[in-house]
């Protein structure tokens, strides 16, 4: 018995001094690692506040949202809803991808309209349609969307204008 205790006693001095070393380098970390994580002294003024920014208030009859909303003909005929809206490289709004066609999301297919020749004359409730100026067969003909391919723009009969490439 008295050898067993000597031995484990031997065995715990002697692994002792392993573990103290084992919790000081995992708790300490190196002296690069210390540098590193203490915080840099910056030798640049300090910012200035940014300015506020600017606030516009458009009243809740003024604007809606047009993703989501049915799109009719002249003529009363569904013509799909609005999906995406494209916009040039200045920002500018050309055109609605349309959801045309199928029945809950089977069989249809989408295409590109001039957003000029979209009507959003009232579009008060979220139920209003807005008014495209084409029929549906023109619609019908229309080549589909695809991403990243080129974009056909079905446009009202002389009011479509080419998008011009820049630099």
């Known amino acids: 018995m008295r050898a067993r205790l000597f031995t484990f006693v031997a065995v715990a001095f002697t692994a002792l001094p392993v573990a ?54 002249p003529a009363d005929e569904d013509m799909g809803h609005i999906v995406d809206v494209i916009v040039d490289r200045a920002g500018v709004v050309r055109a609605a991808v349309i959801d045309f066609g199928g029945f809950l999301g089977v069989g249809s297919r989408k295409i590109v309209v001039d957003w000029s020749a979209l009507h959003f004359g009232h579009v008060a409730d ?24 080129p974009i056909v723009v079905l446009g009202a009969a002389g009011s479509l204008q080419p998008l011009q490439a820049g630099p």
């Not at 067969?137 to 990243?148: L, M, T």
């Open 20 to 73: 103290i070393a084992w919790a000081q380098n995992s708790a300490t970390p190196p002296q690069q690692d210390r540098n590193a994580l203490a915080p840099q002294k910056s030798t640049a003024a300090p910012k200035e506040p940014a300015p506020p920014p600017s606030v516009t208030i458009i009243g809740a009859r003024e604007a809606h949202g047009v993703l989501g909303r049915d799109v009719r003909s």
């Open 126 to 149: 979220k139920g209003d349609s807005i008014t495209l100026e084409l029929t549906k067969e023109q619609v019908i003909a229309a080549p589909e969307y695809k991403e990243d391919t």
